[in-house]
T-cell receptor, first 114, second 114 residues
């Protein structure tokens, strides 16, 4: 059974720091991995999607890497800003699923202090 | 209006009530999803619809009844719910139902069962 774990559960950093969020999954047989952001009381916003054949994806100050064989992904946020404060979720799609079913981690809640 | 819209944003109901949640997407997507987000638990997939046909039911109790009249609209009919059904219910859509494209989420309906 695929399980997704995100560590740490919460993180607080001063503005301007570079930081790394971690995601691990138990079964490496995935199609892709997706990182989302969730603001309080809101839905999820897709940040980056990495296909299983890719090693990384970049969007602005965000860089996501994928090491499928070791079951790990990281989300790197450069020069963090208070507006980056949110909960970050990673999710994987297993190759056995043909319906787009995503398995989510519990998220890392990030606070960036001014 | 663009994106994924969910109504109502908040709903309080008794265990004997019948209510419905509505989701509408204006993205031209073919697949729609219902998710449940409970406190302290990862986001859980409930149902997947592809071109109006249900392609996944993730062992959801029959007191939750989905309906997808067309590719743009998705409903979740609720009846005789339990207190543990209190949660944030999120709707999502994607261009494909295979999970190769990112899923786009609405802001959810916060459901409280008295």
């Amino acid at each position: 059974k695929q399980e997704v774990t995100q560590i740490p559960a919460a993180l607080s950093v001063p503005e301007g720091e570079n930081l790394v969020l971690n995601c691990s999954f138990t079964d490496s047989a995935i199609y892709n991995l997706q990182w989302f952001r969730q603001d309080p009381g809101k839905g999820l916003t897709s940040l980056l999607l990495i296909q299983s054949s890719q090693r990384e994806q970049t969007s602005g100050r965000l860089n996501a890497s994928l090491d499928k064989s070791s079951g790990r992904s990281t989300l790197y946020i450069a020069a963090s800003q208070p507006g980056d404060s949110a909960t970050y979720l990673c999710a994987v799609r297993h190759i056995s699923s043909n319906t787009g079913k995503l398995i989510f981690g519990q998220g890392t809640t990030l606070q960036v202090k001014p | 209006e663009t994106g994924v819209t969910q109504t109502p944003r908040h709903l309080v109901m008794g265990m004997t009530n019948k209510k419905s949640l509505k989701c509408e997407q204006h993205l031209g997507h073919n697949a729609m999803y219902w998710y449940k987000q409970s406190a302290k638990k990862p986001l859980e997939l409930m149902f997947v619809y592809n071109f109006k046909e249900q392609t996944e039911n993730n062992s959801v109790p029959s007191r939750f009844s989905p309906e997808c009249p067309n590719s743009s609209h998705l409903f979740l009919h609720l009846h005789t719910l339990q207190p543990e059904d209190s949660a944030l219910y999120l709707c999502a859509s994607s261009q494909d139902a295979e999970g190769l494209k990112p899923q786009h989420f609405g802001d959810g309906t916060r459901l409280s069962i008295l």
